[in-house]
């Protein structure tokens, strides 16, 4: 069974413009959360998506943002880029909401603002 | 608020060593305690998980203990490997379906 893809990998933009990320969870799973990882803030929870709803929200501005499909497949979404949102952006999924259920991790899409 | 800490930041071990990674968390009211690996950048690997219900998970050569009332796990590795190299985060999960990561552990095992 396939993992958890994010796609693009890597991406260098400039601040103020805006940025789509991807992921795909595996096949079956239902949940899908996504985070942020800063050398100086480590691994931070931005948001949780539940049959095509956002079920929770970490404490980030409302650039960020995002959505699930109904084939569960999930994007998010940072507008007027600032240096700082220069991070590794991680996805991960699980079978169902809550904590009975294991996430699994993506590789990540590195993003860089310049 | 929950705070995860993981000590100590950093560790060097020559191999075949056994070695204890330490997690603590100030709200033991968790539901449960993930266990994670990172390479230099790349994703998590989920190692263990454990319910709040339980006291210990075992993998191979990895044991991870969790004490509830302590606010405290522990991740042992047995007959350390090189390839054991890597960075260990733990992370728990709080009411409303948050999980909570903890700064990790750097692990070097020398051959």
């Known amino acids: 069974k396939a993992g958890v893809t994010q796609t693009p990998r890597y991406l260098i933009k400039t601040r103020g413009q805006q940025v789509t990320l991807s992921c795909s969870p595996i096949s079956g799973h239902r949940s899908v959360s996504w985070y942020q990882q800063t050398p100086g803030q480590g691994l931070q929870f931005l948001f949780e998506?539940?049959?095509?709803?956002?079920?929770n929200k970490g404490n980030f501005p409302g650039r960020f943002s995002g959505r699930q499909f109904s084939n569960s497949r999930s994007e998010m979404n940072v507008s007027t880029l600032e240096l700082g949102d220069s991070a590794l952006y991680l996805c991960?999924?699980?079978?169902?909401?809550?904590?009975?259920?294991?996430?699994?991790f993506g590789p990540g899409t590195r993003l860089t603002v310049t | 608020k929950q705070e995860v800490t993981q000590i100590p930041a950093a560790l060097s071990v020559p191999e075949g060593e056994n070695l204890v990674l330490n997690c603590s968390f100030t709200d033991s009211a968790i539901y449960n305690l993930q266990w994670f690996r990172q390479d230099p950048g790349k994703g998590l690997t989920s190692l263990l998980l454990?319910?709040?219900?339980?006291r210990e998970q075992t993998s191979g050569r990895l044991n991870a203990s969790l004490d509830k009332s302590s606010g405290r796990s522990t991740l042992y590795i047995a007959a350390s490997q090189p390839g054991d190299s890597a960075t260990y985060l733990c992370a728990v999960n709080t009411g409303g379906f948050k999980t909570i990561f903890g700064a990790g552990t750097r692990l070097f095992v020398k051959a």
């Open positions: 991960a999924s699980s079978l169902a909401l809550g904590p009975a259920y294991e996430q699994y």
């Open positions: 454990i319910q709040s219900s339980q």
């Open positions: 998506y539940f049959s095509e709803t956002q079920r």
